[in-house]
């Protein structure tokens, strides 16, 4: 099945500094790749997603890239503000017959100090 | 519009009995899934319904726990004979048709967070 690896399982920045969160997945099949936001005790949010047929996608101060060859895909956050802390998670779906099945990485906590 | 809703949002039981977890999902979506999330981990697939259907329990981790979906919409995540180590958050998800074609967005409820003792 899927193993997705997420690094680093900690980050700390200043406000303002970019932030990188990296995962690698195992299933060349798998298709698409969501990062969700968690806040303390809240439930995951959706914050962007990208397939297979691009390389790149960007929304306001967040970005993503993804190398299927690589098999790995990035999560980057630009002038991070106080309220990006969060625990991040990046997802690969089962590829194949997905069907949607999302196998998570082991999150990221993103701290911005003001 | 509503969510995807999760009701209890907190439930203490002890070790040995049952508990049912309900999932109310977005309106007239017809994906249908269950993780469990602990304590510093990621969400983990237990069961994917379309429709009325258990299209894959694979993620079930033993007999003990079974799931739900009799008329399509509203599912109920049984655990019997509960042990500590089920305590977790358990969140539920939908989307509005799965499948391969459109690897559509899931959106999470709030999750249920169950405590054995």
């Known amino acids: 099945g899927e193993n997705v690896e997420q690094h680093p399982s900690t980050l700390s920045v200043q406000e303002g500094d970019s932030a990188v969160i990296k995962c690698t997945y195992s299933?060349?099949?798998?298709?698409?790749f969501p990062w969700y936001k968690q806040e303390l005790g809240k439930r995951p949010q959706l914050i962007i997603d990208i397939r297979s047929n691009v390389g790149e996608k960007k929304d306001q101060r967040i970005a993503v890239t993804l190398n299927k060859t690589a098999k790995h895909f990035s999560l980057h956050i630009t002038e991070t503000q106080p309220e990006d802390s969060a625990v991040y998670f990046c997802?690969?779906?089962?590829?194949?017959?997905?069907?949607?099945?999302?196998?998570f990485g082991q999150g990221t906590i993103l701290t911005v100090h003001p | 519009g509503a969510g995807v809703s999760q009701t209890p949002s907190n439930k203490v039981t002890e070790k040995g009995k049952y508990v049912e977890l309900r999932c109310d999902p977005i309106?007239?979506?017809?994906?249908l899934y269950w993780y469990r999330q602990s304590l510093g981990q990621g969400p983990e697939f237990l069961i994917y319904f379309q429709g009325t259907g258990a299209a894959d329990d694979s993620g079930l981790p033993n007999d003990r726990f079974f799931a739900v979906r009799p008329e399509g919409s509203v599912s109920t995540l049984k655990i019997q004979r509960t042990e500590r180590g089920d305590s977790a958050v358990y969140l539920c998800?939908?989307?509005?048709?799965?499948?391969?074609?459109?690897?559509?967005?899931?959106?999470f409820g709030p999750g249920t967070r169950l405590l054995v003792l």
């Open positions: 998800a939908s989307s509005p048709r799965g499948g391969l074609s459109n690897q559509e967005t899931q959106y």
């Open positions: 299933d060349s099949a798998s298709n698409y």
């Open positions: 997802a690969a779906d089962a590829g194949g017959t997905s069907y949607g099945k999302l196998t």
């Open positions: 309106s007239g979506h017809t994906a």
